[in-house]
Every structure is written in structure tokens, then in C-alpha cells.
């Protein structure tokens, strides 16, 4: 796995961050759903996985809303051509440390069914399926899986 490190994303990120997000959803966010997110919403907050290097990149981001005692993961995603490489695993990891260290106790996310791959990721870092959200995707009108993860119990991978 290249080296990176976790940055908040900032408006100068919005390009690379589009491109990862187009390549990644059938329905991606527009540049104003993440301006929104950046710029308006008290409870949101971006991270950018960045590359290391003479050329550094954005590798893949997470946001998220936080709102106090839980954090509710609402966008992840990694450039195709870095997948595989342990970097969803190590921004959600980081993001969740952090929100465990700040006292924060419950992370929530939605997931498509269909989503096998993330599904899995999810479930190796804590997380449990605690419901379903009929019809949330509003391209298929597909379900979301609803996943829990308690931030104080022992860290999934960890004694």
C-alpha cells in the first residue's frame, strides 16, 4: 500500500474527489452536494486520503456527519485504481479511532445490499446490520442495509 495520510478535504480536492465519485457510484454527488458539505453543514465533515510523495493525490475520501454521540459515516470511496489496498479499511479505521478517542459511542452507515464488497469491509470493523431503509436509493429504488458499529466496544482486529 502506498503511503498516505489522512487531510481534510478542501474545496481544492473537488476535482480529483468528483472523478473518484463518478467511477465509484451510479448516482455520484454533484460539486454542490459537496460544497454543501464543506461550506454549509455544521455537521458535516470530509477526509481525504493523500498520497505521499513529489505528486500527491487524492487516493479515496469519507464524509461524515457528527452529530454528537454518533458519527454517521455518509460517503467512502477509492480511486479504482487503489482498491485492494487496504486504504478504505485504514480511513475508516482512522475516522473511527478518532471519533472513539473524542467520546463519541455509536457509527452508522448505509449500504446497498447488492454492495458484497463493502458489506464486508463493514463488518470486519465492528459493524452489524440493525435495519433496513425501504427503497432508499432513489436511482433503483433499491433498500439500504442500516449498519451499527459500537465505539465502545474493543476495536474489530484488536484484543
Known sequence: MPSWSLEPLGVA???EVLAIERASFPTPWSRGAFLYELQQNPVGRCWVARSSGSAPRVLGYLCLWEISPEVHI???AVH???R???IARSLLGAILEDARRRHLTVALLEVRPTNT???GLYERLGFQVIGRRKGYYFDTGEDALLMKAD???TPAGNP
Open 80 to 82: 479504482p485504481d487503489c
Open 13 to 15: 480536492d473537488l476535482d
Open 117 to 119: 464488497e463493502a458489506r
Open 84 to 86: 485492494r489496498q487496504g
Open 74 to 76: 455518509t460517503n467512502l
Open 151 to 153: 465505539l465502545t466496544a
